[in-house]
Nanobody, 119 residues
């Protein structure tokens, strides 16, 4: 069973950039689609971005399009989320997940990493 550990969160200012990492262990994620989700205080968890196993297909939510980029390094069993031009509304706990390749339905979660953006 795969275990996912997110890292890279922190306290940022609006306009800053940040890269989150999701390191997998226990099994290889090279054949799996992966995704990032986030949950802000008082809100439901929402989809942020997903990437196919081959990196050919990438999708991001409209709210972060043009600012966030998802990538992966299968040799390192790691997925990344590059976040640029951060906004206060990006403040949330960010979670990495194994997702289905067709609908991006999550099936395994990491523990999350907090990102706080001040104005």
């Amino acid at each position: 069973q795969v275990q996912l550990v997110e890292s890279g969160g922190g306290l940022m200012q609006a306009g800053d950039s940040l890269r989150l990492s999701c390191a997998a262990s226990g099994s290889s994620i090279s054949g799996l689609a992966m995704g990032w989700f986030r949950q802000a205080p008082g809100k439901e968890r929402e989809f942020v971005a997903a990437i196919s196993w081959s990196s050919i297909r990438k999708d991001v939510a409209d709210s972060v399009k043009g600012r966030f980029t998802i990538s992966r390094d299968n040799a390192k069993n790691t997925v990344y989320l590059q976040m640029n031009s951060l906004k206060p509304e990006d403040t949330a706990v960010y979670y990495c997940a194994v997702v289905s390749s067709s609908t991006y339905t999550p099936s395994a979660w990491g523990q999350g990493t907090q990102v706080t953006v001040s104005s």
